[in-house]
C-alpha cells in the first residue's frame, strides 16, 4: 500500500488524437499569459499540484493472489523495515496476528471546506470511495477518497449535524441534527424521508442487525427505537437523568448500550424498553461508545479522561487505559484488528490503544488544535480518518516499511495544505468563464475598464458624478423652467418674480412682530390670522384690554416666540399639533408645556 505523489491536471480536458486549440483568454497576440488565464474546451486551466495520494489497489489485488495458497500463519510473510519492500506491503487483513502494523500515526492530508465550520462527524461510505463530513453548518461534504479533493457539497440540514450512520446492508444512511430531525438519504445522496425525532439535539444514531430498526439517543434524556420502513416510533427508553450523548446496538444480539451525562452506562432490552443493568464506571460525561465486533467487549470514554473496556459476559472492567490529558470526545475500534483501538481527545491528541498494553502503541499529540468530535476508518483498515471542532478533516495511514513511526504532527506547519483545499473547492464551484464585466478580447490598452457597478456596455467616456452625490448648482440663465432647487432659499424683502430660485415660493405677507405693534381692527386681524396658518411660529394679533397674548403655532411650526416686557401682561404659548417650541421671557418667565 503506497503513499506517492501524483501530478493531477484539474481541467477536465482529454489527450490525444486531434485535440482543441488551447484558447488564451487575456490577449489575441499570445505571449506570456498565465497558466490560470489559458481557457481550453471553454474551461479555464488550472496548475499541476502535487497531491498525495495512498493507493491500495495494488496490495488488495496481491492479496487476493496470495490467499488461495496461504492455510494459515505458518504460510505467513513478514515484512523487512526496509524500502525496497514496500511492494511486498499486504492490506490490515493479511496481518490478523499483527495489530501494530495498522497503527495509522503518518499524516496524509488536511480537507478543509471554503467556507470553515465545525466538523461534527464523519463517515465513510460502505465501498470507501468517498468521504462524508456533517459540519455545524449542516451541509454534507464530500471527498474523494484516493485523492482526498474536494468533490460535492450539499445543504443537507437546516441546523448542524450531529449524527450520521451507515446501514449493515449499505444502501441506506440516516442521519440527525442539532433540531432533532431525522433523514434518510440513499447512497447518491438523494433524501428520501424526514420526520421529527426528538424536541433536542439528537446526539447519535445506531441501526439493529437486521437494518429494521434503528436507535436514537437525544439530550432530552431519551432513547428512541424507530422503525425504519414507516419512521414510526415504536420503543421509549428511559432511565438516565441527563442528556444521553452515545448509543450503539450491539453487533449481532438484541441489546442497546447508552452514555449518558449522568456518568452511568445502560444496558437495554430494546424488546421491552427494560433496563438490564447499569455500569457505575466513571465519574463523569460518558461522551463515546462502541461495541467490538465480537459482541463481548464495550468501550466506554469520557470526560474524566478515561478509556474504559468492560467484558459483557462478566460485567466487569477488563482494561482501563490511562493517557489523555483532557477530556476524550471520540473512540473507535478497528475494523479488521479486534484489539487495536483510536481515540480522540479536546485537546487534539490522537492516540492509539491495544488491549493488553497498558502504554499506547502509537500517538499524535497534535494532531488537531481542537476537540476531535469525529474517527472513522477506512474499511479497508489502512486509513483513518478525523473531524475537528478546528474546521478540518485529516486523514492518518500506516507508515511504509522503512519509515519511523515515531515523527511527530504539528498542525501549524500544515496551513498551506488548508488553503489550497479551500482554493480547490473555490475553483470548483466557480465560474469557468471570465466574468461579464471584462471582455475576452479586450485588450489591457486599448480600451478603459467601466468600473465594476456600472455595466459593461456603458461608454467608457461618458463618465459623470456618482448618482448619490448632488449636481453643481448651475447658473442663472442655464437652468430649465421645470428644475427644483436642491434646496430652499432665504427669502428677502421684495422678492423679484423672475428670479428662477425665488418664484417657486411666494412672498412672506408680514414682517416678524416686535412688539411695538398692536392692531385693533377685526378685519385686518382676521386676514393676518389667515395668512399666517401654517407658517410656523407667528402671532395671533388681539384687541386691547385684559386679553393676553397667545402665539399662534400651526402646522409643524418650530419658531420661538419672544413677548414685550411688560409685567402686567399674562403670555399662555399655544402649542400646536406637532409644536415643540420654547417660551423665552425675560422677567425670570418659566413657560410650561401642555401635555
Not at 232 to 257: F, I, M, N, R
Not at 498 to 519: A, L, T
Request: proline share 8%.
Amino acid at each position: 500500500m503506497e503513499v506517492a505523489s501524483t501530478n493531477k491536471w484539474e481541467s477536465d480536458a482529454g489527450g490525444g488524437g486531434n485535440r482543441p486549440r488551447m484558447r488564451m483568454s487575456g490577449r489575441e497576440d499570445g505571449g506570456n499569459i498565465p497558466f490560470s488565464k489559458m481557457v481550453f474546451d471553454g474551461k479555464r486551466m488550472r496548475k499541476a499540484i502535487q497531491r498525495r495520494t495512498v493507493d491500495y489497489n495494488h496490495s488488495v489485488a496481491r492479496w487476493m493472489q496470495e490467499r488461495v495458497w496461504m492455510r494459515d500463519r505458518r504460510d505467513a510473510r513478514y515484512l523487512r523495515p526496509d524500502p525496497n519492500f514496500i511492494v511486498n506491503l499486504l492490506p490490515p487483513v493479511a496481518y490478523l496476528d499483527n495489530p501494530i502494523n495498522a497503527v495509522t500515526t503518518k499524516f496524509i492530508h488536511t480537507s478543509t471546506n471554503k467556507i470553515r465550520y465545525p466538523v461534527n462527524v464523519v463517515r465513510w461510505t460502505p465501498e470507501g470511495r468517498r468521504l462524508i463530513t456533517g459540519s455545524s453548518s449542516g451541509e454534507f461534504t464530500l471527498w474523494n477518497g484516493l485523492t482526498f479533493n474536494f468533490e460535492t457539497i450539499l445543504q443537507a440540514h437546516d441546523s448542524a449535524v450531529r449524527a450520521m450512520n451507515w446501514s449493515h446492508n449499505d444502501n441506506w444512511m440516516v442521519t440527525g441534527d442539532h433540531s432533532g430531525i431525522i433523514k434518510y438519504w440513499q447512497s447518491n445522496m438523494s433524501n428520501l424521508k424526514m420526520f421529527q425525532g426528538h424536541k433536542e439535539a439528537i446526539r447519535d444514531l445506531t441501526f439493529a442487525p437486521s437494518d429494521t430498526r434503528f436507535a436514537t439517543c437525544s439530550d432530552d434524556s431519551l432513547i428512541k427505537i424507530w422503525d425504519f420502513n414507516t419512521g414510526t416510533e415504536e420503543k421509549q427508553l428511559t432511565g438516565h437523568g441527563w442528556d444521553v450523548k452515545c448509543v450503539d446496538w450491539h453487533p449481532y444480539k438484541s441489546l442497546l448500550a447508552s452514555g449518558s451525562k449522568d456518568n452511568l452506562i445502560k444496558l437495554w432490552d430494546p424488546k421491552t424498553a427494560k433496563n438490564i443493568t447499569t455500569l457505575h464506571g466513571h465519574k463523569n460525561t460518558v461522551l463515546a461508545l462502541e461495541w467490538n465486533q465480537n459482541g463481548n467487549w464495550l468501550v466506554t470514554a469520557g470526560r474524566d479522561q478515561l478509556i474504559k473496556v468492560y467484558d459483557i459476559r462478566t460485567m466487569k472492567e477488563l482494561q482501563i487505559f490511562r493517557g489523555h490529558k483532557k477530556e476524550i470526545c471520540s473512540a473507535k475500534w478497528h475494523p479488521q484488528h479486534e484489539r487495536l483501538l483510536a481515540t480522540g481527545g479536546s485537546d487534539g491528541a490522537l492516540m492509539f490503544w491495544m488491549t493488553g498494553q497498558d502504554q499506547p502503541v502509537g500517538e499524535q499529540e497534535n494532531a488537531h488544535e481542537s476537540n476531535i468530535w469525529s474517527l472513522d476508518w477506512h474499511p479497508v483498515g489502512h486509513i483513518l480518518v478525523s473531524g475537528s471542532n478546528d474546521h478540518t478533516t485529516r486523514f492518518w495511514t500506516r507508515p511504509r516499511p522503512g519509515e519511523l513511526t515515531s515523527d511527530k504532527f504539528d498542525s501549524s506547519e500544515h496551513h498551506d495544505e488548508e488553503q489550497i483545499s479551500m482554493r480547490e473547492q473555490e475553483q470548483k464551484q466557480s465560474f469557468t468563464e471570465p466574468p461579464p464585466f471584462r471582455p475576452q478580447t479586450a485588450s489591457s490598452h486599448s480600451k478603459i475598464e467601466p468600473p465594476p457597478f456600472r455595466p459593461a456596455n456603458a461608454s467608457s467616456l461618458n463618465i459623470g458624478p456618482p448618482p448619490f452625490r448632488p449636481l453643481p448648482m448651475k447658473a442663472d440663465n442655464q437652468m430649465n423652467a421645470n428644475e427644483v432647487p436642491l434646496f430652499r432659499v432665504p427669502m428677502d424683502n421684495n422678492p423679484n418674480p423672475n428670479h428662477p430660485m425665488q418664484r417657486q415660493f411666494p412672498p412672506m405677507p408680514h414682517q416678524p412682530y416686535d412688539g411695538g405693534f398692536r392692531p385693533n381692527n377685526n378685519n385686518m386681524r382676521g386676514n393676518m390670522r389667515q395668512n399666517n396658518m401654517g407658517r410656523g411660529a407667528g402671532f395671533r394679533p388681539q384687541n386691547a384690554g385684559q386679553q393676553s397674548f397667545r402665539p399662534n403655532m400651526g402646522g409643524r411650526g418650530g419658531g420661538h416666540f419672544r413677548p414685550p416686557n411688560n409685567p402686567q401682561q399674562q403670555y399662555r404659548p399655544n402649542m400646536g399639533p406637532r409644536g415643540n417650541d420654547h417660551f423665552m421671557n425675560n422677567d425670570n418667565y418659566r413657560g410650561r408645556r401642555r401635555l
